[in-house]
């Protein structure tokens, strides 16, 4: 008669834990999952840079050709993502797979995971424009949403991300003065070339 009780009262405890034990997560992650809206209001920003910088990079070639454009690519690139973050209050920057610009495109350590992720998402097949990989972690007790879009590259960039025989004439001594520890060449179409990465509050 003493057992069923006991045994009882166990099974009860036992399950109670195992409710809090799967609970716990569940509700943390579901506070701190972005919003569809804040989602695509981060996307938006992304397609903005991108755009804006491909309208520009794309005039200045026409006007410039590819090694005239090389100090356009260096001034505009960074003044648009600081624009885009005045205007958001967030942090906004390109990072590289190899890295032209060490002080901009360096990857930290979570764009260097982000960058892993989704270099291995197209291997597997994943459609370069819908590519994008993120993250919700706790900064300052705070959740915010860390943002990767990838940036695959294209025909058009080998003129200055390519082979030593695919760059443009004028471009590779460009890119010695201005860019002595580049990395950026020797991309193929299709590859990974860097991401444009957002750190967000939620
Ligand atoms: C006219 C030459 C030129 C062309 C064409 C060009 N780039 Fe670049 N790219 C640069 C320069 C210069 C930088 C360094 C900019 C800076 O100082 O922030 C750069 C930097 C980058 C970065 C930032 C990471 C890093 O390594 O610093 C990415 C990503 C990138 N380019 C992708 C592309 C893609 C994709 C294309 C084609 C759609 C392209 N680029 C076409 C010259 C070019």
Redesign the pocket.
């Known amino acids: 008669m003493r057992h069923l009780p006991l045994n009882l009262t166990r099974l009860m405890a036992a399950s109670v834990a195992a409710i809090a034990l799967i609970a716990t997560p569940l509700s943390a992650a579901a506070q701190a999952a972005p919003t569809p809206e804040q989602m695509q209001a981060t996307r938006a920003v992304t397609g903005e840079l991108l755009k804006t910088l ?1 309208g520009k ?1 794309q005039a200045s ?1 026409k006007e410039n050709g ?1 090694a005239g ?2 100090t356009v ?2 001034t505009i ?2 003044e648009i993502a600081l624009g885009l973050a005045d205007k958001t209050g967030w942090k906004i920057t ?3 797979t ?4 060490i002080d ?2 360096t990857p930290n350590v979570w764009q260097h995971k982000a960058l892993g992720h989704l270099n291995a998402d197209l291997k597997s097949g994943a459609k370069p424009e819908t590519l994008e990989w993120s993250e919700v972690v706790t900064e300052n007790g705070k959740p915010t949403l860390h943002y990767a879009k990838a ?4 025909t ?2 080998l ?3 390519g082979t030593a025989a695919q760059l443009a004439p004028g ?1 590779a001594g460009k890119l010695k003065a ?2 002595p520890q580049d990395q ?1 060449t020797g991309y193929a179409p299709g590859q990974l ?2 991401a444009v990465v957002i750190s967000r509050p939620l």
């Open positions: 491909s990079l070639m590819p454009s090389i690519c260096q690139a960074p390109r990072v590289g190899r890295v032209r610009n901009l495109g940036i695959v590259l294209q058009q960039c003129a200055c991300h471009v201005n860019y950026a070339r860097g």
